[in-house]
Nanobody
Framework: QVQLVESGGGLVQAGGSLRLSCVASGSTFINTMGWYRQAPGKQRELVAEITRGGTTNYADSAKGRFTISREYAKNTVYLQMNSLKPEDTGVFYC??????????WGQGTQVTVSS
């Protein structure tokens, strides 16, 4: 079983930056880790993900502004978000996929970008 704990959300003005962190515990057999956003009234959508080998994938809305990185020794994934926009507002969820094909979710952290 994998537990994911997110931190780093908050309220920021448009144009500002935030750094989200997610620590995974309970298993080291994790392949992909990523971040998803769920805006009010909308479905959860991928923001960025990174494989254990370091391959990254970004949503078009995140390209050029967000950077996902991973610290393997600490089983932690980060999302550096720059040039934030009001439309980035939502609950950000950490996601992890094991090599066995199981998917895990964190509790989410709120990000609010004011205009």
């Amino acid at each position: 079983q994998v537990q994911l704990v997110e931190s780093g959300g908050g309220l920021v003005q448009a144009g500002g930056s935030l750094r989200l962190s997610c620590v995974a515990s309970g298993s080291t057999f994790i392949n992909t880790m990523g971040w998803y956003r769920q805006a009010p009234g909308k479905q959860r959508e991928l923001v960025a993900e990174i494989t254990r080998g370091g391959t990254t994938n970004y949503a078009d809305s995140a390209k050029g502004r967000f950077t996902i990185s991973r610290e393997y020794a600490k089983n932690t994934v980060y999302l550096q978000m720059n040039s934030l926009k009001p439309e980035d507002t939502g609950v950000f969820y950490c996601n992890a996929g094991s090599y066995a094909g199981r998917i895990y979710w964190g509790q989410g952290t709120q990000v609010t970008v004011s205009s």
